[in-house]
Nanobody, 127 residues
Framework: HVQLVESGGGSVQAGGSLRLSCTHS????????MGWFRQAPGKEREGVAA????????YYADSVQGRFTISHDSAKNTVYLQMNSLEPGDTAMYYC?????????????????????WGQGTQVTVS
């Protein structure tokens, strides 16, 4: 049973930065896909970024490309999302998720249905 725990959310002014962390425990392959998603009130959950832990291939939504960076520390079983130049439109609950594969064919990493384990979320508010 895989458990994911997010942290690092908070309130920040536009232009500021936050770093989210997601620590995973339980049985998980050393080769897997870790994704960050977000969901704002009244909106669908959307993929923000993903990383394949074996090789480090990364994927980003167009809306965060160049501002957000996803990384993984295998020794700490933790995936990070460094968020810079935050905008009010980034306000949402942020979730991490994992799937035991390679993040799928091109574009599939954005699909919530690809992932089988989810964290409880951490709130990010940008004003």
């Amino acid at each position: 049973h895989v458990q994911l725990v997010e942290s690092g959310g908070g309130s920040v002014q536009a232009g500021g930065s936050l770093r989210l962390s997601c620590t995973h425990s339980g049985y998980i392959s050393s080769r897997h896909c870790m994704g960050w998603f977000r969901q704002a009130p009244g909106k669908e959950r959307e993929g923000v970024a993903a990383i394949y832990t074996d090789g480090g291939n990364t994927y980003y939504a167009d809306s965060v490309q160049g501002r957000f960076t996803i990384s993984h520390d295998s020794a700490k079983n933790t995936v990070y999302l460094q968020m810079n130049s935050l905008e009010p439109g980034d306000t949402a609950m942020y979730y991490c998720a994992t799937e035991p594969g390679t993040c799928g064919p091109p574009g599939w990493w954005k699909l919530p249905s690809l992932y089988n384990s989810w964290g409880q979320g951490t709130q990010v508010t940008v004003s």
